[in-house]
């Protein structure tokens, strides 16, 4: 059974910080991974999909990396901003099941 | 294309009653999923479609869940005889098909069950 742990669960960094939010699963058998934003009381945005052929993907200030022979993945925030303030959560699909970690909640201090 | 909409956007119903949820997906995506997320907590998976056919379903839905996807376009989550348990964000997804499609999630529809 895939298991999805995010660490830490909450984090807060002053303004312009680069950061790093950790996503590691139990089951290396996956077709890609998926790291999304959450604000209050919303849906979740997805951020950057990584497939289980690639090491990374970027957009921006954001880098997600993939590490699937030993379960992890990162998500490193550059020049963080208030604004990136959110609940930031990774989600596994292994066959037509996604699994989500609990998420990190991320306050950036202005 | 417009994202994916849920409605409605929040609900508050007493204990006992039966609500029903729906979600319309973005057009061409021809997988729906079904999430439920407490407060806290990442979104849990509840149930899942592939077109009209409903593929795979959480021991997270009891009998008292069911869902919908009846011409394979929105889908429907209704809870009957609600309990104050059931309170949570009910999110609904949908990609396209193909391991390595993003998901893409509406804004969800929150309940309260008083």
């Known amino acids: 059974k895939q298991e999805v742990t995010q660490i830490p669960a909450a984090l807060s960094v002053p303004e312009g910080e680069n950061l790093v939010l950790n996503c590691s699963f139990t089951?290396?058998?996956?077709?890609?991974l998926q790291w999304f934003r959450q604000d209050p009381g919303k849906g979740l945005t997805s951020l950057l999909l990584?497939?289980?052929?690639?090491r990374e993907q970027t957009s921006g200030r954001l880098n997600a990396s993939l590490d699937k022979s030993s379960g992890r993945s990162t998500l490193y925030i550059a020049a963080s901003q208030p604004g990136d303030s959110a609940t930031y959560l990774c989600?596994?699909?292994?066959?037509?099941?996604?699994?989500f970690g609990k998420g990190t909640r991320l306050h950036i201090l202005p | 294309d417009t994202g994916v909409s849920q409605d409605p956007r929040h609900k508050i119903t007493k204990r006992g009653q039966n609500v029903t949820f729906r979600c319309d997906p973005i057009?061409?995506?021809?997988?729906l999923y079904w999430y439920r997320q407490t407060l806290g907590q990442g979104p849990e998976f509840l149930t899942y479609?592939?077109?009209?056919?409903?593929?795979?379903k959480s021991r997270l839905l009891s009998d008292r869940f069911s869902a919908e996807r009846p011409k394979g376009s929105f889908s429907t989550l209704e809870i009957q005889r609600t309990e104050q348990g059931d309170s949570a964000m009910y999110l609904c997804?949908?990609?396209?098909?193909?391991?390595?499609?993003?998901?893409?999630f509406g804004n969800g529809t929150r309940l309260t069950v008083t």
């Open positions: 989600a596994v699909k292994g066959d037509d099941k996604i699994i």
């Open positions: 089951d290396s058998a996956i077709y890609n």
């Open positions: 057009s061409e995506h021809n997988r």
């Open positions: 997804a949908s990609s396209a098909q193909g391991g390595n499609s993003p998901l893409h």
């Open positions: 479609f592939q077109n009209e056919a409903q593929l795979e």
């Open positions: 990584i497939q289980s052929s690639q």
